[in-house]
């Protein structure tokens, strides 16, 4: 099948008669005699794998890409060679190699630079303006693209029993799930933000296979906004128990004393971080013994408020970031974004408690069901929780311990797998 979505540099238009031939072409029969429900061999498609690649939706599925293949399954991975979502760069090398025993594809990332256009109608998307369907496909083609994936599925989707693609908002996923719909499993990792609301993603939403969800408010969103196929499913996401925690060990490495606050993750402001820096500042004025805050992840920290200690411990591995959680006196989640937020589960597990932003919807469920967390909805209220849980320890204590319950309760990777291998058995 000829790809209308490989030369690297369309004009707008182009990009848009190339989108629409893309989805006319994917109904179409694919190449290949392979039959669905034979095999144990599926295929995760990502925007970027590996390690030191930053993101929940990637992370989860590395980790489910390892659990199946554990349970038996001959799993293959596409992505492209990008490691960094802010520059795209090719970092990893271009081809197949094996990682932790999986298969992995990896394809070049192509992208016009500095499309005007495609700044023009994100910013029309993000203010919540009407933009029509050609604008639509003008700014999802003008982006990153990874066309030589997009040939490798087309080829060979009949070789694979189930296609999982995630997350929902990126090209290899706007543009895998339409190739063979009926092996599709989309697992969005939707957050409600204007993108979800565009037309362009209702074919992968509607028309995919079936639909994993992470949490119930994920689920609800996406019922909200989309004609759902019957076959949908709650499997949750797993998070790895760590056998042991170095919380000193990290103070030390790190020259860290007293007590902290901690946010890990992308600094940036669709995860809340000029929020949470200027809700701190406001905090630093009121109590009488302010908090530091730790930050670990990737993202430049920007304009940093006078008075207000940020240490920047930059990009850790998974049992330092274990440590960093254990050592905190609090976690902080700013994101309003979130379609399950592993962090929360990281810092409970380490026995520390959460204050999350009340506007996520999912994380303050997970704070609800788990009476782990406390929310706020403004600078004034994430002031109140951290005097608080300063001036009562013993509730953080408390909370904390209720929180690790939680997630041992609800999200250990073994639960989550025997919930996604029975799906993909009876769905394909």
Not at 123 to 152: H, K, L
Not at 288 to 300: E, K
């Amino acid at each position: 099948m000829r790809n209308p979505l490989r030369q690297p540099a369309m004009s707008p238009d182009a990009a848009v008669s190339s989108a629409t031939e893309a989805i006319a072409e994917a109904a179409a029969p694919i190449r290949g005699s392979g039959s669905i429900g034979a095999s144990r061999r599926i295929v995760l498609v990502c925007n970027r794998f590996g390690e030191g690649v930053a993101g929940g939706a990637e992370q989860l599925l590395r980790e489910l890409g390892r659990g199946l293949r554990e349970r038996g399954w001959e799993v293959d991975v596409t992505a492209s060679a990008a490691r960094n979502h802010y520059t795209w760069e090719n970092e990893f090398r271009v081809g197949e190699s094996i990682e932790d025993g999986i298969r992995v594809l990896r394809f070049r990332a192509e992208q016009q630079r500095r499309s005007r256009d495609r700044r023009r109608i994100g910013d029309m998307i993000g203010a919540g303006a009407e933009v029509s369907v050609p604008d639509q496909y003008r700014w999802m083609n003008a982006g990153v693209r990874v066309p030589e994936m997009y040939e490798y599925l087309v080829d060979h989707a009949s070789d694979y029993r189930a296609i999982v693609l995630a997350p929902y908002g990126f090209w290899t996923t706007f543009a895998g799930a339409q190739v063979a719909p009926e092996r599709t499993i989309l697992l969005p990792c939707l957050h409600d933000e204007p993108e979800a609301y565009l037309e362009i993603y209702r074919p992968i939403f509607e028309g995919s296979r079936g639909l994993w969800f992470q949490t119930e408010p994920e689920a609800e969103l996406a019922r909200r906004i989309f004609q759902l196929p019957d076959r949908t499913s709650i499997i949750g996401s797993g998070v790895d128990v760590p056998a042991a925690y170095d919380p000193e060990g990290f103070r030390r490495r790190h020259g860290i004393q007293g007590r902290f606050a901690l946010f890990a993750g992308r600094r940036e402001w669709g995860k809340g971080w000029p929020e949470l820096l200027r809700g701190l500042e406001h905090a630093q004025g009121a109590l009488a013994d302010p908090l530091p805050l730790v930050t670990c992840g990737v993202g430049d920290l920007g304009r940093i408020p006078a008075g207000l200690r940020v240490i920047d411990v930059g990009y850790l591995s998974d049992q330092e970031r274990s440590d960093a959680m254990a050592a905190a006196f609090v976690y902080l989640q700013p994101s309003r974004v979130e379609s399950f937020s592993r962090t929360i589960m990281e810092a409970w597990l380490a026995g520390t408690p959460v204050v999350a932003n009340a506007a996520s919807a999912v994380v303050n469920w997970h704070c609800q069901r788990s009476r782990a967390g406390l929310a706020y909805r403004d600078d004034f209220e994430l002031t109140e929780c951290l005097r608080l849980l300063l001036e009562r320890p013993a509730l953080g204590d408390a909370m904390a311990a209720r929180g690790r319950q939680y997630v041992l309760e609800n999200y250990r990777w073994g639960d989550v797998l025997k919930r996604a291998e029975r799906l993909i058995e009876e769905w394909t």
